[in-house]
Nanobody
Framework: VQVVESGGGVVQPGDSLTLSCVVS????????IGWFRHAPGKGRDGVLCIDTSDAITYHEDSAKGRFTISLDHAENTVYLQMNGLKAEDTARYYC?????????????????WGQGTQVTVSS
């Protein structure tokens, strides 16, 4: 399974940005795709996850109300729409796949990871 993220960049506080994650390869009929972020000096934190039933799991409360996740079933592409970005959202954002199940609770349960895309929020 291959996982490729894109869409990162440098934006100003309050801006919006959409990240994309394309997954391909030997996927089961049911799978889940999660977004994570790793900020300097911090651990890797889960943000949001969506599965092939379009069930959504929030891994981080700060994402509620600002971030939304959607899945294009035809393209096996997940989008992370981020609004009202803050400096503390600066991080490298990663996409991961749990192949065969719905969104897991623990980060270590995800099977495949992408290389990440950098998001920098700065004035």
């Amino acid at each position: 399974v291959q996982v490729v993220e894109s869409g990162g960049g440098v934006v100003q506080p309050g801006d919006s940005l959409t990240l994309s994650c394309v997954v391909s390869g030997s996927l089961f009929e049911k799978f889940a795709i999660g977004w994570f972020r790793h900020a300097p000096g911090k651990g890797r934190d889960g943000v949001l996850c969506i599965d092939t039933s379009d069930a959504i799991t929030y891994h981080e409360d700060s994402a509620k109300g600002r971030f939304t996740i959607s899945l294009d079933h035809a393209e096996n592409t997940v989008y992370l729409q981020m609004n009202g970005l803050k400096a503390e959202d600066t991080a490298r954002y990663y996409c991961a796949v749990e192949n065969g199940r719905s969104c897991p609770q623990e980060i270590w349960e995800y099977d495949y990871w992408g290389q990440g895309t950098q998001v920098t929020v700065s004035s």
